[in-house]
Every structure is written in C-alpha cells, then in structure tokens.
C-alpha cells in the first residue's frame, strides 16, 4: 500500500492533465493528497480530477494579466505547464518567443507570488518547478525554450533563498526527453531543421547525448515528484535535481 505521506495536504499541478502533469496528480493523490488539476483542457482536466477525487482549475496560464491578482491557498504548487516550438533563431516567430515565457516564466512566477502568503503562514511549503536538461545546457533551434527554462531556474532559486526562512522549499527537476505528447509533437520538427527522417530523430537527437539510451517514463518523474514534496525532503531546496540518463554529465 502507497504511504500516505501526502496526507492532509492540498497541491496544485499545472498542466496536470497529461504527461507529467499527469503522473504526477496521480503520484501525489495516491498517496493521499487533494490536488487540484490546472489546464486548458476542459474534457481531459475535468475527467482527471473525478479520476483522483481532486477539483479541476481551467485556467489558460498563458494569460498571465488574468492571474496577477488570484489568490491560492495550497500546500505544494508544481509549475510544470509548458509547450515547445522548434525553429532557428533567424526564423523564431517573435509571438511564440514571448508565449513561451508568458507560459513558463511568467506564470510560474505569478503563481509562486499568489501560494507564498498562505505557506508563511502555516511555516511549510513546497514549490516545485518542472525544468528540463535545457535549463542547465543548450541545445540549437530552441531558444525560447532554452531561455524559460534558464528563467525558471533562476526564479526557483530566489523562491529558495526567500522562502527558507519560512519553512518553504523551492527546488526544480531537469529531466531529459520523457516520453510525452510534449515530446511525440516535436518529432516532425525536429526532423525538418536536423534534415533527417522522422524515424531517426529519438536516436540521432534526442538520446544522442544520454548515457542510458531510452526516454524516461512520466511516472519516473512522478516519484522524485513526489519525494521533493514530502517532509523527507525537508532540507533539500534551492537545487536542481537531474533525471537525464547521465545527459549533463559530459
């Protein structure tokens, strides 16, 4: 049986209704959280927190002046919504650069803004920032990407250094390609700017780097989730933990 170490608490996971979002409301239900489900997707949201007894947020966190002024009151906020595009920086639509930090800079700012008060208060809190290997390295054709994710390492360490003080952690998980919607989409894109078939692009991009040659599986993700989140990770904050088969090793 799954420990109820999550027992009593309240979490709010963006992008919660797919990839690991989506491990990760199950990760955290399981053992005993009341999560709420953050996304855009009205059937899918919906239906995932009827799934694990939790309530559905539709929200388009993207829209970033509508959140300046909410207020939440929970115990963990993972900030793991985000969205990829693949293009050379001479041909990056301008638009889709600043959705993209809107999405995973701004709104994960915004939100730890809104969650900090009620977690002073209460003198604990857990504030999880989902990075990526892109947040520690660089990797051509994504500089929007790239560039959020550097953002939100950033934010995740102030978050860390203020918070600390109050018995709030701040700490981000950098995992490399994880077999995700997220991830299948880039597929097609990938091929056209590398100038190599579909087929090769797992192989010949995406795990090139990687010691153990496979991707990761959300509920991977989910686990070392869960453990940041928990009174056993107590004094773990301001860090930057990599899941990436030995990626950012080299």
């Not at 170490?5 to 992008?15: E, H, S, W």
């Not at 993207?62 to 990829?84: F, H």
């Not at 590398?194 to 991009?205: L, N, R, T």
Request: charged letters at 20%; proline letters at 4%; glycine letters at 10%.
């Amino acid at each position: 049986m799954t420990e109820q170490d999550l027992a009593g608490r309240r979490a709010l996971i963006t992008g919660g209704a797919s990839g690991i979002g989506l491990a990760c409301v199950r990760e955290f239900a399981a053992r005993g959280a009341h999560v709420i489900v953050a996304d855009h997707h009205v059937y899918l949201t919906e239906s995932v927190a009827e799934e694990v007894g939790g309530e559905p947020w539709l929200v388009d966190l993207a829209d970033t002046a509508a959140l300046e002024d909410v207020s939440l009151d929970v115990d963990i906020l993972v900030n793991n919504a985000g969205i990829q595009r693949v293009s050379p920086i001479a041909e990056f639509v301008p638009e889709d650069f600043r959705l993209m930090q809107r999405l995973m800079v701004e709104s994960p700012f915004l939100l730890i803004r809104a969650v900090l008060p009620g977690m002073y208060r209460r003198g604990w809190g857990r504030i999880l920032n989902v990075s990526s290997a892109h947040g520690l390295r660089a990797s051509p054709f994504k500089s929007a990407y790239v560039t959020a994710k550097h953002a939100l390492e950033g934010l995740s360490k102030v978050t860390a250094l203020e918070g600390g003080p109050h018995g709030v952690t701040s700490n981000c998980i950098n995992p490399a390609y994880v077999n995700t919607p997220l991830v299948q989409k880039q597929i097609a894109d990938q091929a056209a700017v590398h100038g190599i078939p579909e087929d090769e692009v797992v192989e010949k991009i995406m795990l090139t780097e990687s010691a153990i040659k496979r991707l990761i599986e959300p509920e991977e993700v989910a686990s070392l989730a869960g453990w940041l989140v928990s009174d056993s990770a107590g004094m773990v904050t301001g860090a930057s933990y990599t899941m990436d088969g030995g990626w950012t090793a080299r």
